[in-house]
């Protein structure tokens, strides 16, 4: 089992930029696709972006299509959100994830998340 800690949230006004960090434990990080979800008050949650192992392949939702990206640096067990544009409807827990094959939904270890806040 792998630990995932996200970091990086916070208050940001609208248009503004965070990037968030997944940092992982474990030596088989750089063999697993990663992805970013998000759950906002009250809905349920939703897929925001993966990346595959070695950071080749990436795939985002159509929300967030253009003003995210998602990076991965394998040599420090590490995957990033990079959100820019940010948008009122974007305010949510954000949270990594580790993917067991590429293409599937099997996410199998999941962090504790982090409060992104965007103000209008």
């Known amino acids: 089992q792998v630990q995932l800690v996200e970091s990086g949230g916070g208050l940001v006004q609208a248009g503004g930029s965070l990037r968030l960090s997944c940092a992982a434990s474990?030596?088989?990080?750089?063999?697993?696709?990663m992805g970013w979800f998000r759950q906002a008050p009250g809905k349920e949650r939703e897929f925001v972006a993966a990346?595959?192992?070695?950071?080749?392949?990436?795939y985002y939702a159509d929300s967030v299509k253009g003003r995210f990206t998602i990076s991965r640096d394998n040599a420090k067990n590490t995957v990033y959100l990079q959100m820019n544009r940010l948008k009122p409807e974007d305010t949510a827990v954000y949270y990594c994830?580790?993917?067991?094959?590429?293409?599937?939904?099997?996410?199998?270890?999941w962090g504790q998340g982090t409060q992104v806040t965007v103000s209008s």
């Open positions: 994830a580790r993917n067991t094959a590429w293409g599937t939904e099997d996410y199998d270890s």
């Open positions: 474990g030596r088989t990080f750089s063999i697993y696709a």
């Open positions: 990346i595959s192992w070695n950071g080749g392949r990436t």
